[in-house]
């Protein structure tokens, strides 16, 4: 006779999932909820699905919050930080990995320390540097900024990817006549596809989502980002509730659509290289 634990163990297993999908989703449905609701329903019904869809919120907070030209400002930022500390990454994990270079781990322990340091420790000495280059109150200011606080955690993350692929794949390639640069392109960087779509796609998350960079090195409120320009947006409309909820929505949607058509890649790409090793 069967025992009943591991049906047990595993109805316990699927209900913390349920209850941590819960906790987790629980909030963007409630916020999407509010963003369609008139400010009316929401005093009579605060949490519940809105009784007719308020579709003119979705103007209003495009219109009145300047979200068009927010956005299009982090799209300018994220796109090009996204290239840049990919490419970065990419060749300064294949020169820790695969190189023979003086003071390896000097260099990677800088990488960590990187990760480590948190942004307020270097928010106002980054301000002084970007003032001193003329960078203040530019995207492209930001952008540099951005691929410098990027690049540790994207030079550590393809470290660990890089380690764990077979040597002999590289040996092979060699004795066959290929170059360094054939070496990356050609044989390592397809069989990384899962990992590179991961940083790929935590980069841009995190560049369109960053707020403290983008509220201290522009001031100019043609320039601002979209998190800086909601936070403006939503202390002018603090007593309208749909419409900086409707507002918060449009923000997250790029990212959410994103890992939703990329989840396959992002999933396979964690397991397969920053949990190994």
């Known amino acids: 006779m069967r025992s009943p634990k591991p049906r047990v163990g595993s109805i316990l297993l699927y209900l913390v999932l349920l209850l941590f999908v819960a906790y987790t989703v629980t ?5 999407w909820f ?19 869809a308020e579709l003119p919120n979705l103007a209003a907070a495009w219109k009145q919050g300047r979200l068009g030209r927010y956005s299009l400002n982090s799209l300018a930022v994220a796109l090009p930080v996204l290239v840049a500390a990919s ?62 606080l990027s690049m540790p955690f994207g ?8 380690r764990d ?3 002999s794949l590289v040996e092979a390639a060699e004795i066959d006549g290929a170059g ?23 980069f841009f998350i995190w560049t369109w989502n960053e707020f403290l960079l983008a509220l201290v090195l522009i001031g100019a409120d043609s320039l601002r980002t979209l998190p800086v320009g909601m936070a403006f947006f939503q202390g002018k409309y603090v ?22 058509c990329l989840q396959r890649y992002f999933i396979s790409g964690m397991t397969a290289g920053a949990l190994k090793g």
Do not use: C
């Open 27 to 31: 909030p963007f449905v409630i916020t």
């Open 34 to 52: 509010t963003a369609l609701k008139s400010k009316g329903e929401l005093v009579s019904n605060p949490l519940g699905p809105p009784r007719k």
């Open 87 to 148: 490419l970065l990454s990419v060749t300064s994990a294949y020169a820790l990995s695969f190189f023979r270079l003086p003071g390896r781990g000097g260099i990677l322990s800088l990488f960590i320390l990187g990760l480590t340091l948190p942004m307020e420790a270097a928010i106002i000495q980054l301000y002084y540097h970007m003032k001193s280059l003329g960078l203040l109150d530019t995207l492209q200011g930001l952008v540099l900024a951005q691929v410098g």
């Open 155 to 162: 030079t550590y993350f393809l470290f660990t990817a890089f």
């Open 165 to 167: 692929m077979p040597r």
């Open 180 to 202: 360094t640069w054939k070496v990356l392109w050609r044989i390592l960087l397809p069989a990384l596809g899962p990992s590179l779509t991961v940083l790929a796609l935590l």
């Open 239 to 260: 007593g309208n509730a749909p419409l900086t909820a409707m507002g918060a929505t449009i923000m997250s949607l790029p990212a959410i659509v994103l890992y939703l």
